[in-house]
């Protein structure tokens, strides 16, 4: 499949031919009708930015291991990003606890982008590594696993300059509305921005959303994952206050403050649905739920004596969507060795369960051109619980960002790329692939 000949075609159109959504060149005539009964054309300028050789939507954890892997891997790389900062879940979701790259068993499970990106967490704001994983001042809060407890604001800010010293290009505040198709082929990107609408050419698309959008708007199978309530602040109080004055540890003054339940479904209120977050009124029936419940938590402590000093501004969904591709994880695989893998991780909640992921996990064989990244990839069941914690996103970033340079330059589809190809890229990385590796 020539993707490029498809894209230069269209590359050229400079006007809202590229509308309708889903489908490129399917006419200028895009009314609908509301259900009020008013009809609505939508006749803007579309402006046609620089074509890419790889485009990656979504800049959480997935999305920087994709846009650094690609770049690395030789290809012009766009890295777009609705919010003003990078991190997803992992800093602007306050979800600043980086699970283990072990096994727990004193192995370590992940190499490559997920390990440089766990140092970045710590580097320049508070927490260490434990010394037996390259830390100096030790790390107390666990057992000695491979894992830290970042400070996500400073470890926003550096991941900026991390994608950028790439040679990624960075865009954020840029809200990605569909893929432009020509039957399975996406041609790139339309996006929102403060300049208005502007399309982005690619020549391969990573999807990193964190809910699939991209990809299921391109056509892709997809399915629903439900969440429980989880809202999840930051903030100190005069205990807190009391501790640093003792330990002088910068964590005391930035404590988890939250309502809602726990991994399992603990605490998930019993007069609450469960979430399905592809809807705007899902979206805020959580948000609602969420705020209005921790309004009510703090609303009887002594004001003088706490500050929230932040609030979450993403839905902390755990698990909202995902492709179904070639391969789908279930979380039976563990200990099993996969020819395709791309990369392996350890079980976050167990000791010595060791898993590989499927190079067939990251994109669906019928859209040459679309993979995915981090929480949205092909994993059901459990393998879905083990595939969207932070190090196994990078994981899987840093191999969709491989994947998608490899095909784009080479101008292959995803499924006619030999995976051997792929592998080879992120063994020089320095990336380990199998379990006894
Ligand atoms: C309550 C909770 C607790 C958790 N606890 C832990 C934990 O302790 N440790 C751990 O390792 N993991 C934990 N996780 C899981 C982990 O935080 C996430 O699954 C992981 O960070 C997801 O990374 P991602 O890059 O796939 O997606 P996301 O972090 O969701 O990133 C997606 C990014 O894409 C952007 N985006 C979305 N749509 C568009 C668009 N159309 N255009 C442009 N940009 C777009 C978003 O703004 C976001 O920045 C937890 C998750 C939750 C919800």
Redesign the pocket.
Known sequence: MRISEKFSQRSATTESAADSPFMNGSGTDNSLKGACGMEFKDTRQVTVREPYDVVV???????VAAAVSAARNGANTLL????VN?????T??L?S???PLCDGEGNQMIYGIGEELIRLSVRYGYEDLPEKWGGQGGNKHKNGRFSAHYSPTVFALALDEYVRESGAKLLLD????WPVMDGKVCLGVMTETVSGREFFPAGCIVD????A??ASRAGIPTEEGE?YL?Y?AHGFDRNALANHDETRDMQDLRKWIGVGSD?YGNGHPADVRKFHGITSDEENRYLAEGKSRLLDRIRSWDKSSFDLTMIPT?P???KIRRIVGRVTLTGDEEGRNCPESVGRFGD?RTFGRRFELPYGTLYHPDWPNILT????ISAGGDGWELV????V?AVS?EAAGAAAALASLRKESLDSLPVSAVQERLMTAGVRLHIND
């Not at 939507?57 to 999305?63: E, L, S």
């Open positions: 939507v979504g800049g959480g954890i997935a999305g777009l990003e609705k919010q990078l991190g997803g879940l992992a602007v979701g979800i606890w980086y699970e840029v809200l990605a509305v990193a959303t964190g809910d959008s991209i969440s989880t999840i991994l993403m902390q969904y755990r976050f990244a981090g929480r949205v969207r914690v932070i190090p996103c970033g």
